[in-house]
């Protein structure tokens, strides 16, 4: 048996942990540069308001609904989905961080009472420790505990609990679930298979698997086998295949000049060198990539990128001259630049770096110790007390966020206060 594990609302459900005047509210989380909806409360769902609309279009609902407003922030976000993931981690076995706010986790040889009791008493741990609700469901398949979460979602009598030990539990669900709410099928997939006939995901877990994977694919044919019981996706370790990691955003004003982009590379070569460190990897390579704004039609159009090999490492400062460097290939005048970012790939794990005989930068560009001293100051004074000296200058590329709450639980001069 496998259970899913999900974050009610997340994005919502984090600022409403620390502003509990928005509980009950509707809300809205803006995306980077303020442009559209990211997440909404259960409020603000009954409004109608739709995942991805304009923020502008939002805002008459302001007035007449009292709907709040915020702009995405990713650090709180990130640090309380490490606390509900490590409160996981401490009651359940084998837990698959799958995204920032679901993790899987292995609950097989319970009976349905003991699986019930376990689930609930996870869903009162993690509200107690964190503040946030999740909903779980359970099922033989990856699949179906999928079924199961939204049905646990969506029936207020289950108690945000659903447990599916049978296949067959899930007879009616799947015969009324469409096949684009299927876990991994989106839209393209959804309508080439009511070109055939099959719009249901009762019709789906129906359909000759065989035939599914000669007219689309192995994985859709998973999918059916999955939705069938039959587990074909089993739980992983998601950080010890990474292979690679990217870190970038756009601006939050067009920037033409080389200086002005230099700090806002310098940021995300930072973000990412910190999680290399998490997950004690080094990167082989390095790719950075600048481009216009695609969507602004009225403007010259550029989209480039640069990579570089180098010798393994998770040097921080190592990484982002290999950056800035790239960054100088690639970067052109003329221009209205839009976004910039970087791709560290080939990682490996440190401890697998091989010692080099005769080549004495390869010490230099790993230097522990130093990168040792660095992480430790910014965790114990903020995350960004120690950066490369190519992050200072123009702060023009910095997101626009006119709503963002504090960091309420990442930086010391942001903390809640409480007075007595």
Known sequence: ?????????????CEQVFQPELKGKPLVVLSNNDGNVIARSAEAKKLGIGMGVLSGSVREFVRSHGLQIRSSNYALYGDMSSRVMETLEQL?????????????????????????ELCQLVRRRVLRHTGIQVSIGAAPTKTLAKVANRLAKRRPELAGVCIGTEPLSFSRALEQMETGDVWGIGRKISRKLAEFGITSAGQLRDADPEWIKKRFSVV?????????????????????????LMCGRSFGTPLKELEDIRP??????????????????????????????????????????????????????????VAQRALEKVFKPGFEYHRVGVLLHDLVPVKNIPEQLFETEH????????????????????????????????SAWRARSKSRSPAFTTCWNELPVVHA
């Open 1 to 13: 048996m496998i259970a899913l594990i999900d974050c009610n609302n997340f994005y919502a459900s």
């Open 92 to 116: 359940l076995p084998n837990v698959e961080r799958y995204s920032i706010d679901e993790a899987f986790a292995d609950v097989s040889g319970l009976s349905r009472d003991r699986l019930v």
């Open 220 to 244: 859709l044919m998973r999918t059916v086998l999955e939705l069938r019981g039959e587990s074909c996706l089993e739980l992983e370790e998601p950080e010890e295949s990474r292979k690679s």
């Open 264 to 321: 806002a590379l310098t940021h995300f070569v930072q973000n990412a060198a910190g999680r290399l460190w998490k997950y004690k990897q080094a990167a082989s390579a390095i790719t950075v990539y600048l481009s216009t704004n695609r969507f602004r039609k009225n403007i010259a159009q550029r989209s480039v990128s640069a990579s570089v090999e180098m010798g393994a490492t998770d040097n921080m400062l190592h990484l982002n001259a």
């Open 363 to 394: 010490k230099v560009s790993r230097s522990p110790e130093l990168m040792w001293a660095i992480k430790n100051i910014n965790s114990r004074f903020g995350r960004y007390t120690v950066v490369s000296a190519s992050a200072s200058g123009s």
